[in-house]
C-alpha cells in the first residue's frame, strides 16, 4: 500500500511560481515511478509530468514543458513539481501518483495510487 500526500498548491497571479509536494509512504518508494496530473473543472484528468523510480529520465506534456521541472528525493520519499510562468490554463487540481508495476508512464490509467489532490488556482 502506497499512500500520497500533495501540498504546496495556492492563489497565484500569472507569471508566479510555485512548488508542489508530493509526500509517499512505503519502504520501496525508491523503485516506483511517479507522475503529476491535473484535473481542471468540466475537463478530463491530463498528464503533467513524469520521472523514472531512479529520477533519470523525466516527461513532460508540451503545454508545461520547459516552465515545470519535476524531482524527486529517494531519501526523504518526497516527489516535486516547480512550475514558473503560471498561466491562467495552469489552473486545475493537482494529483501525484505512482506506478509500481512498471516504468513512468504519460496515461493515468497506468497508475496505482492517487493523492487527494491540491488546487492551484492562477489568477490573470
Known amino acids: 500500500q502506497v499512500q500520497l500526500v500533495e501540498s504546496g498548491g495556492g492563489l497565484v497571479q500569472a507569471g508566479d511560481s510555485l512548488r508542489l509536494s508530493c509526500a509517499a509512504s512505503?519502504?520501496?518508494?525508491?523503485?516506483?515511478?511517479m507522475g503529476w496530473f491535473r484535473q481542471a473543472p468540466g475537463k478530463e484528468r491530463e498528464f503533467v509530468a513524469a520521472i523514472s523510480w531512479s529520477g533519470g529520465r523525466t516527461y513532460y506534456a508540451d503545454s508545461v514543458k520547459g516552465r515545470f521541472t519535476m524531482s524527486r528525493d529517494n531519501a526523504k520519499n518526497m516527489v516535486y513539481l516547480q512550475m514558473n510562468s503560471l498561466k491562467p490554463e495552469d489552473t486545475a487540481v493537482y494529483y501525484c501518483a505512482a506506478l509500481t508495476t512498471r516504468g513512468a508512464s504519460v496515461k493515468y490509467s497506468d497508475y496505482d495510487y492517487w493523492g487527494q489532490g491540491t488546487q492551484v488556482t492562477v489568477s490573470s
Open positions: 512505503g519502504r520501496t518508494f525508491s523503485t516506483y515511478a
